[in-house]
């Protein structure tokens, strides 16, 4: 009996990598096609500036949320910090988990007399289709919530910690004066592993206000982003899917 080509690749491609593989993602970055009011940064931080009005969105890493609450990331699986793993080890793999997808949105507002960004009105639109909509405290507190096991001792405690957090580092729903600052977290569900670009929508951003305090001067705002995906095999040998998102 024949064996086809492609059956013959199948197998050395067996031989070579073992049967058993890993998806990996790299981290969030810049992609090459804004719009023209947009900037990129060396960081990674990406700036929309309309006149002295600036919307700043940076993609955090596991690793800067960790190094950013340190305190809260040091005790594995007890670890306090709401948006990561802290420095969890999970059985059986080498591979990082990433808990939520999370954006440091930082807003400048010398242009205009209030300004109003909704953080429910901010979603991430997947090349491939896929949409994920914001997290909001309430949210997060019911996930959370699950651990506070009888609600008494020392899971308790470590719930309202970070609760707590949560509360003092999220994006709030506020009016940002002029000559003022905000800044906060956008959370958002973990990106599936077949995501490699992204375009972050900040919708419905209020300009101007009426004498009833009612929006009279709305704009929308997009971001992209890109990572490569791939798969890494038991053997240590990576099988990139570089983004075509340029």
Not at 51 to 64: A, G, H, Q, S, Y
Not at 70 to 87: H, I, R, V, W
Not at 98 to 119: C, E, G, H, L, M
Request: charged content about 25%; aromatic content about 14%.
């Amino acid at each position: 009996m024949r064996v086809t080509g492609l059956f013959l690749i199948l197998i050395l491609g067996l031989g070579i990598h073992g049967c058993g593989y890993n998806y990996y993602t790299g981290p969030l970055q810049p992609g090459g096609q804004q719009d023209s009011s947009i900037s990129v940064a060396d960081d990674g931080t990406v700036t929309f500036a309309q006149d002295r009005f600036e919307v700043r969105l940076k993609p955090m890493t596991d690793e800067e949320l960790n190094r950013q609450f340190f305190n809260n990331s040091q005790a594995g699986p007890k670890s306090t910090n709401p948006y990561t793993f802290g420095n969890t080890v999970f059985w059986g793999t080498d591979q990082e988990k990433q808990r939520f997808t999370i954006f440091k949105v930082s807003v400048k507002n010398y242009a205009y007399p209030k300004v109003k960004i909704d953080p429910s009105k901010i979603v991430v639109k997947a090349g491939n289709k896929r949409e994920y909509w914001s997290l909001n405290f309430e949210q997060l507190d019911t996930y959370y919530r699950a651990y506070a096991i009888g609600y008494r001792g020392n899971e308790y405690a470590r719930y309202q910690e970070r609760r707590d957090l949560l509360r003092r580092t999220m994006l709030k729903n506020e009016e940002v004066f002029s000559g003022q600052e905000a800044e906060g977290f956008v959370i958002f569900p973990a990106l599936h592993p077949d995501v490699s670009d992204i375009e972050v929508q900040v919708l419905d951003v209020v300009l101007r206000f009426d004498f009833r305090n009612e929006p009279v001067e709305t704009t929308n705002i997009s971001y992209s982003f890109v990572r490569d995906i791939g798969k890494i095999y038991k053997d240590g040998t990576v099988v990139p899917r570089v983004s075509n998102a340029n």
